[in-house]
């Protein structure tokens, strides 16, 4: 063939750039559009078309971060709430009274009867204080079984916490007492008359510490001797005096 055959069937070379150029230009400008559709959309237009919205690019990786660092604060709190009690269940309890020397001396003060020497003292008057103590075999039978009957019915069967009497108080929404002769007791020479949930948790704590430590006897000859009668009146001796001119040891049924 001649070499001007050949040239014929070849197209010119300006077409060839102008059909490329017009590619190029057409793959471009659709490129440009997917992407401004994708950015307004959080992804290409095409794929969030065909997906559901769980599962489309740009929504659920967001998502997902949001549920595992509101999951990583629950933990966090739930840890920290953790150590918090704990730690204060170690300090109630490492910081309560040793009751072992009550089982063979008799305490000198209670912290009621410092309460109560505090309050004399803010209102610019001497404190009160009528005590005296006696043994237990020294106290009337009458006495004994009068203090039971009002405050403590079950004193000789329970353990420290008459849980019959409780349940019949939460019944009642606490219309009245439940605290035993010995919670009492517990109360009376550690701690305050504050109904904080601390000071309950700690009465409990020292109650099984009494319990666990002094006979009933013992516990009953502690309370019949600090348990407070009256503005300033402690013990059974000092009220039987104060209030029928006579020992404890004379007080009789009527």
Do not use: C
């Not at 750039?17 to 400008?29: G, R």
């Amino acid at each position: 063939a001649s070499p001007e055959k050949k040239d014929e069937k070849k197209p010119p070379a300006k077409d060839v750039k102008v059909v490329w150029i017009a590619d190029l230009d057409f793959i471009s400008n659709n490129l440009f559009n997917l992407r401004r559709s994708g950015e307004r959309g959080g992804g290409s237009g095409v794929m969030r078309r065909g997906l559901p919205k769980s599962r489309r690019p740009g929504i659920q990786p967001i998502r997902g971060s949001h549920r595992r660092m509101k999951k990583r604060h629950i933990l966090r709190g739930l840890g920290a709430a953790a150590v918090v009690a704990l730690g204060w269940i170690a300090f109630a309890y490492l910081t309560l009274p040793d009751v072992r020397p009550l089982a063979g001396g008799n305490p000198a003060t209670t912290a009621f009867i410092e309460l109560r020497a505090r309050e004399a003292h803010a209102l610019a008057k001497p404190p009160k204080r009528v005590q005296r103590w006696v043994a237990y075999s020294r106290i009337s039978p009458h006495l004994k079984r009068a203090v039971t009957v009002a405050e403590d019915a079950a004193f000789w069967q329970h353990e420290g916490v008459d849980y019959d009497e409780l349940q019949r108080a939460m019944e009642l929404g606490f219309v009245r007492g439940a605290s035993t002769i010995t919670q009492q007791l517990a109360k009376n020479l550690y701690l305050s008359p504050s109904r904080n949930p601390v000071r309950k948790f700690r009465e409990l704590i020292i109650t099984r510490r009494l319990e666990a430590e002094l006979e009933k006897a013992r516990i009953f000859e502690i309370y019949l001797n600090v348990i407070e009668w009256g503005d300033g009146v402690y013990g059974g001796e000092a009220a039987a005096r104060t209030y029928f001119g006579v020992p404890a040891a004379a007080v009789g049924p009527s």
